[in-house]
């Protein structure tokens, strides 16, 4: 059996993104980073394993669904092929999210709701870090609550799942929000879609038709769901803000709103506030 640094070497060569091999690594032997550094000379766990992952990687399969895990936030979560891969600007929306829950709301004991779910990362992180509030997660897909479920119970996270569109589950039930943050599908021309995500990410969570359907319908209904102070933090698509700042005029006419920029400097994030 090679070692893990062998392993690792036979990969690259075969041009398999460091990244990647390293990912791979870490999951066949049950290591974090700092596990896989210090155990880099020991024999790999399954080596089997890991050349077959490494040959689907190559054969164009993403290596989240090979392992069924991905990381948001240094989550662990569950994931596969009904579910969206949470991406690194999700990372960045929950993370401005909780800035601003801290700076708004002056208590943690709040109503918060991941809309568009998918996998549960943003729901579930924030679950995590506000255990004093209520945190629903909801989504259309019933494939995709499945595996918003396994996470919650995985993580042992106290949330409430529903199943519906946008916002008719909460609406529904009676339940009142503080706080809504979502990632809707916002892709309208499916051309710009790269070819792997195509093939094997959930068309459901991509596709918006016109891109602003799911922004609108969650204003459009907002009132009979939030309370009167509320946050809502929704990630966007990059060329998206022209035609969602009417949209957020008409229906939100005394809230303020800020539209920012992720990281790369692209707009990706519509945050909506209405203080009392
Ligand atoms: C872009 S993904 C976001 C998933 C996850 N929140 C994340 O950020 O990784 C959009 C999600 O919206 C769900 N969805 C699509 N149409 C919906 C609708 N009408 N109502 C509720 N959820 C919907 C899809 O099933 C998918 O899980």
Same mark, same amino acid.
């Given at each position: ?132 509030? %209520?945190?629903? =997660?909801?989504?259309?897909? *019933?494939?995709?609550?499945?595996? /918003? !479920?396994?996470?919650? #119970? ?86 998206? %803000?022209?035609? =969602?700042?009417?949209?957020? *005029?008409?229906?939100?006419?005394? /809230? !303020?709103?800020?539209? #920012? ?16």
């Amino acid at each position: 059996m090679p070692t893990n640094r062998e392993a690792y070497f036979e990969a690259i060569k075969l041009g398999v993104p460091k990244p990647v091999v390293v990912f791979a690594l870490c999951e066949i032997n049950d290591f974090d980073y700092l596990g896989l550094t210090k155990c880099f000379d020991e024999e790999i766990k399954n080596y089997a394993l890991f050349k077959e992952s490494m040959q689907r990687y190559i054969d164009g399969e993403m290596i989240e669904y090979i392992f069924n895990r991905s990381y948001f936030l240094q989550l662990p979560l569950y994931v596969d092929k009904n579910v969206l891969i949470p991406r690194q600007e999700t990372e960045e929306l929950v993370l401005r999210t909780c800035r601003l829950i801290e700076t708004y709301f002056k208590s943690n004991n709040l109503a918060i709701a991941d809309v568009c779910s998918g996998s549960g990362a943003i729901g579930l992180y924030l679950a995590a870090n506000y255990p004093m509030s %209520k945190v629903y =997660l909801s989504d259309y897909s *019933k494939e995709t609550i499945r595996v /918003a !479920k396994k996470n919650a #119970e995985n993580l042992n996270l106290d949330v409430e799942i529903l199943k519906g569109d946008m916002l008719t589950p909460f609406i529904e039930s009676n339940i009142k929000l503080d706080v809504i943050v979502c990632n809707p599908p916002y892709i309208e021309d499916e051309s710009t879609i790269d070819e792997k995500t195509w093939k094997q990410e959930p068309h459901l969570a991509l596709l918006a038709k016109p891109c602003t359907k799911y922004y609108e319908q969650l204003l459009i209904n907002k009132d009979n769901v939030l309370n009167e102070c509320y946050l809502i933090a929704f990630e966007i698509g990059e060329d998206m %803000k022209d035609l =969602l700042e009417p949209i957020v *005029k008409k229906h939100c006419p005394n /809230a !303020k709103y800020s539209f #920012e920029e992720d990281m790369y400097g692209k707009t990706r994030y519509l945050f909506i506030v209405n203080t009392l």
